[in-house]
Nanobody, 122 residues
Framework: VQLQASGGGLVQAGDSLRLSCAAS????????IGWFRQAPGREREFVAG????????YYTDSVKGRFTISRDYAKAMMYLQMNSLKPEDTALYYC????????????????WGQGTQVTVSS
């Protein structure tokens, strides 16, 4: 199983970006896919998650109303639409799989893809 994140870039505050995560397959116990981010000098933190079939989603409070996670099951893709970006959203963004829907703990995620850098200037 390989995950590959893409779509990061350098934008200004208030701009939008859409991140993509190519999820070629799932393990037998995969229930959901999630996005995490890690800023320099900080712990990796949960951002958003979605059930493997795309039926439901969950977010961390700081991105609710600004970020939208979605899934294109036919294309084996997951997306994170990020609107109204803020400088504090600057981080390396990762996608990963989990057997625990609703989990926000990185220890419960696996098959981490390489990160994609998002930089928001003020």
């Amino acid at each position: 199983v390989q995950l590959q994140a893409s779509g990061g870039g350098l934008v200004q505050a208030g701009d939008s970006l859409r991140l993509s995560c190519a999820a070629s397959a799932r393990t037998t116990n995969t229930v959901a896919i999630g996005w995490f981010r890690q800023a320099p000098g900080r712990e990796r933190e949960f951002v958003a998650g979605i059930k493997w079939n795309g039926a439901s989603t969950y977010y961390t409070d700081s991105v609710k109303g600004r970020f939208t996670i979605s899934r294109d099951y036919a294309k084996a893709m997951m997306y994170l639409q990020m609107n109204s970006l803020k400088p504090e959203d600057t981080a390396l963004y990762y996608c990963a799989l989990t057997p625990h829907y609703g989990s926000r703990r990185q220890e419960e995620y696996y098959h981490w893809g390489q990160g994609t850098q998002v930089t928001v200037s003020s």
